[in-house]
């Protein structure tokens, strides 16, 4: 009962900036939220997830560049990407859990807003 949409990708030059927002709705009460992002020939990597009280956490490729945080009060979520590199490259995708961990995985997903990082 969560329903995700998520905007602001696009095409970038390597080093450039994009910042991503997800918008959150329904039953958003003490979810666990996180950026995916998936390019072609490879599996879904989970990118970063913040829980419910706010703990963050990233995978190794984008530690120190990629920077997730959400605005509570207006449901939406956000992922500030520095320092693209073209293995950026790939559809993002928001996604949600009803867990405040995300203990059990995620339940509720985007469409996926495409990043293009070009050398």
């Known amino acids: 009962q969560v329903q995700l949409v998520e905007s602001g990708g696009g095409s970038v030059q390597a080093g450039g900036s994009l910042r991503l927002s997800c918008v959150a709705s329904?039953?958003?009460?003490?979810?666990?939220m996180a950026w995916f992002r998936q390019a072609p020939g490879k599996e879904r990597e989970r990118v970063t997830r913040i829980t419910a009280d706010g703990s963050t956490s990233y995978s190794e490729s984008v530690e120190g560049r990629f920077t997730i945080t959400k605005d509570n009060a207006k449901n939406t979520l956000f992922l500030q990407m520095n320092s693209l590199k073209p293995e950026d490259t790939a559809v993002y995708y928001c996604?949600?859990?009803?867990?405040?961990?995300?203990?059990?995985?995620?339940?509720?997903w985007g469409s996926g807003t495409p990043v293009t990082v070009s050398s």
């Open positions: 996604a949600a859990s009803r867990y405040t961990y995300c203990w059990r995985g995620m339940d509720y």
């Open positions: 329904g039953n958003t009460d003490n979810i666990c």
